[in-house]
């Protein structure tokens, strides 16, 4: 029996046409973490390789990061808001749960009536949302899709917890995926490990808020009831990084059809100094291989991390369009996405 | 075929001197990984995981704690490898 419905019509492939990042104006050193820790400097550094991260204020919502970021990738792609036909926001760390925060900016930006959506993938988000994106534009449903990554994980973070309180930040990065004459976004290896599903996690769901539940919730020294934080096994998380995600980079290599001597940058998810250097040992990453250290000055922003320091690499001269770009996220699922990118 | 206590602590050596800059000759059975060869916490990780895969055995996080030495940790390759 022949389908009666039309073969859909597609760009031939995707790329990446243009990026954009925000961080916000408050930048936080280590000694402000120490405030509420037993730590040092010189442990944070060493274990993390993170001297500063920045915390959104008041006004710099969620909403209002990804505007910003957005905006950027617009200008830098060369189009207009209103070509917009797709927007996917990633987050963990927006509190309204309807509707969307993708609907929210997608009006802000003016870009007209695109679909929008948000999607939850943690730290794997960036490449979760570059892949879907990819799809939206090879199949034919969007022509040119917004990609944001954006958290406020401050509002997420135990500041007494030693494990978590100097690792996260805030911040927003984005993308603008459209059609392409040749291949820009490479095939995408991901997955999840849902086995490993509590090794970073919110500490109780906010259904333990419900009045009949308060008893349930974890209470602070004072008795008072402590807000939902990221909590995360730290030294399982690691291994599992190191010792898993360099295997999943691998692939994405080998699925695009290149070898790390092909490579000129190298965009790992920021979530620890320690992971990146491992990461670049175990792949074999040849010297000219530019590697993302943006964590330094970043933190760990989860999905906002890699294209954050996309741009960053891009606007200090470390990296320049047209080069080809390994990316891989990872994090709470525990779920990864990497794959090979042109750089816009 | 299994390992012999010489070549594990040789293999470990390796591995030590490779992630963490340490002498392979620094690296005896009696020597603490974090207090005499340097080996932090998350180097620690990145040992262990170099040496399930160098001898073929399964070092849980849960036992990694109790791997002080490299005795300990030679001990306990010669135990559970396959
Ligand atoms: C968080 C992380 C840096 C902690 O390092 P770690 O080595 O695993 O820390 P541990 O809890 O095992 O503690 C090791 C030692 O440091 C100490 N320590 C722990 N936290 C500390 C802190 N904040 N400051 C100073 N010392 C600390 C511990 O007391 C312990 O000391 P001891 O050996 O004398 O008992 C590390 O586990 C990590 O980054 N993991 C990956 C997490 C990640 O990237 N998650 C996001 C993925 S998206």
């Known amino acids: 029996m022949t389908s009666k419905i039309k073969p859909p019509k597609g760009a031939p492939y995707a790329r990446i046409m243009g990026v954009g990042g925000y961080r916000p104006v408050q930048v936080v050193p280590n000694?402000?973490?120490?405030k509420h820790i037993d730590s040092s400097d010189e442990w944070i550094r060493s274990r993390s390789g993170i001297a500063t991260r920045h915390w959104a204020g008041p006004d710099e919502t969620v909403a209002a990061m990804s505007v910003e970021a957005a905006g950027k990738a617009i200008a830098d792609a060369g189009i207009t808001a209103e070509q917009?036909?797709?927007v996917i926001i990633s987050t963990v760390s927006h509190f309204m749960q309807t509707p969307s925060v993708a609907t929210e900016i997608a009006h802000a930006l003016g870009a007209g009536k695109p679909a929008a959506f948000d999607i939850s993938a943690a730290c794997a988000g960036?490449?979760?949302?570059?892949?879907?994106?990819?799809?939206?534009?090879?199949?034919?449903?969007?022509?040119?899709?917004?990609?944001?990554?954006?958290?406020?994980?401050?509002?997420?973070?135990?500041?007494?917890?030693?494990?978590?309180?100097?690792?996260?930040?805030?911040?927003?990065?984005?993308?603008?995926?459209?059609?392409?004459?040749?291949?820009?976004?490479?095939?995408?290896?991901?997955?999840?490990?849902?086995?490993?599903?509590?090794?970073?996690k919110q500490t109780v769901g906010w259904d333990k808020f419900r009045v009949g539940d308060l008893g349930l919730l974890p209470l602070d020294e004072d008795g008072?009831?402590?807000?939902?934080?990221?909590?995360?096994?730290?030294q399982t998380v690691f291994r599992w990084a190191v010792y898993e995600?360099?295997?999943?980079?691998?692939?994405?290599?080998?699925?695009?059809?290149?070898?790390?001597?092909?490579?000129?940058?190298?965009?790992?998810?920021?979530?620890?100094?320690?992971i990146i250097d491992s990461m670049v040992k175990t792949l074999k990453l040849p010297e000219h291989v530019e590697v993302a250290r943006d964590i330094e000055t970043t933190g760990n922003t989860s999905a906002a991390s890699i294209p954050l320091a996309m741009e960053r690499m891009l606007a200090t001269g470390q990296a320049k369009s047209g080069d080809t770009a390994l990316v891989i996220g990872f994090g709470a699922g525990l779920v990864y996405a990497a794959t090979v990118v042109t750089l816009p | 075929m299994a390992a012999t206590q010489e070549e594990i602590v040789a293999g470990l050596a390796e591995i030590v001197n490779e992630i963490a800059g340490i002498p392979v000759e620094d690296v005896q059975l009696d020597k603490s990984f974090t207090d005499d060869?340097?080996?932090?916490?998350?180097?620690?990780?990145?040992?262990?995981?170099?040496?399930?895969?160098?001898?073929d055995v399964k070092i849980p996080d849960d036992d990694v704690k109790n791997l002080k030495t490299v005795g300990d940790a030679t001990s306990y390759i010669l135990k559970h490898q396959s």
Request: glycine share 12%; proline share 4%; aromatic share 6%.
């Open chain 1, 31 to 34: 000694e402000e973490i120490l």
């Open chain 1, 84 to 86: 917009i036909d797709a």
């Open chain 1, 126 to 200: 960036f490449g979760y949302g570059l892949t879907l994106a990819k799809g939206l534009v090879v199949e034919g449903s969007a022509s040119h899709v917004l990609v944001v990554g954006v958290e406020r994980l401050s509002d997420l973070t135990d500041m007494t917890d030693r494990a978590t309180a100097f690792l996260f930040g805030d911040g927003a990065g984005a993308v603008i995926v459209g059609p392409a004459e040749e291949p820009g976004i490479g095939p995408t290896i991901w997955g999840s490990e849902g086995d490993k599903n509590t090794t970073i």
């Open chain 1, 224 to 234: 008072g009831i402590k807000f939902p934080a990221i909590t995360q096994e730290g």
């Open chain 1, 245 to 274: 995600m360099a295997k999943v980079a691998q692939q994405a290599l080998d699925a695009a059809g290149i070898t790390a001597d092909d490579l000129d940058v190298f965009i790992p998810h920021q979530a620890n100094m320690r």
């Open chain 2, 37 to 55: 060869l340097d080996v932090d916490s998350l180097s620690m990780v990145e040992v262990v995981v170099a040496a399930e895969e160098r001898f």
